[in-house]
């Protein structure tokens, strides 16, 4: 189990070289656990979290993220969020995807998806 770990934050690590967010463009950095998906929009330049959700806010209906549905559903609804700061001016709001360290596959893909209906570009 702990290679599974190293292995995990080597590639995250990877990722992070490549992949940082500013005011006009912020980082959405996914995390998953077992049972729960949690996501935020951050500001690397500034070192602030812009937006903050998890499956667990009472916004999401089952209070789930354990399945494919409720992660496409979370992406929309944290799609809706991140339109409501109203950080750029176009009407698409533009962040850069880190998955984390997490296959893009299963429940961060179907997040990406729902979060890219809502009106999120990545």
């Known amino acids: 189990m702990a290679l599974k770990i190293k292995a995990r934050l080597r590639r995250r690590q990877r990722i992070r070289k490549k992949v940082a967010g500013d005011g006009t463009r912020p980082r959405l950095s996914v995390s998953r656990s077992l049972k729960h998906l949690y996501a935020q929009l951050i500001d690397d330049q500034k070192a602030i979290t812009l937006l903050g959700l998890s499956t667990l806010c009472k916004e999401q209906k089952k209070g789930g993220g354990g399945n494919l549905k409720q992660a496409h559903a979370f992406g929309l609804l944290f799609a ?40 999120l570009v990545f």
């Open 80 to 119: 809706k969020k991140a339109q409501g700061l109203k950080i750029s001016k176009e009407a698409r709001f533009k962040v850069v995807f880190d998955r984390g360290g997490c296959q893009y596959h299963g429940r961060v893909k179907a997040f990406a998806d729902g979060a890219r209906e809502g009106g």
